[in-house]
């Protein structure tokens, strides 16, 4: 893929110069470095939801490779107006097709998929073996299963949104994971 920043056409390359600087840039809540699942979850998830803020990230770290780098502001402009000219199913569409064309990306993607459907499995098994309370059950132990079942759900429907968009962008994009 390629865009113009400030001017000069650039071209996006995701390699390991990507991930060392999503590493240094993609920190936790308290400053220090994420694992690679934690910055995979990040950039994937918010890849196949297009938030436009990963997106943005993700296009950053393509392009550390460029010298000189671009600074981060230009690099956001420059996303903004593809996002404005193209919208952002189109830039979503493009930049999967170029992360998942570097094979060690193409992999984490698959896993990261994988880990995903196993977590919905594993919300099933918890829905399943949850024990509903006693019709005289205390009001604080109903309460308590009523939260822990809401818990299951929203989060199992939420990776299933998850994983439906990621479908369909892997079938827009004819990539096979």
Known sequence: MELKINGKPMTLEFNFASLKLWEKK??????NKQSYDDIFDYLFSGLVNKTPE??????????????????????????SEIMGNEGLDKLSEQLMAELTAFG????????????????????????????????????????????QKATLENTKEGLGETLDELDKLVKVTEISL
């Open 26 to 31: 993609l920190l936790d809540g308290d400053g």
């Open 54 to 79: 990963t997106l943005v990230e993700i296009v950053y770290g393509g392009l550390a490779s460029q010298k000189p780098m671009p600074e981060y502001g230009d690099a956001f402009n420059a996303v």
């Open 104 to 147: 060690f990306f193409k992999v984490s993607m698959k896993q990261w998929r994988d880990s995903m459907k196993r977590m919905v499995d594993l919300m099933d098994k918890g829905l399943k073996e949850l024990k509903k309370p006693a019709k005289n059950a205390k009001t604080e132990t109903v309460q308590e299963y009523n939260q």
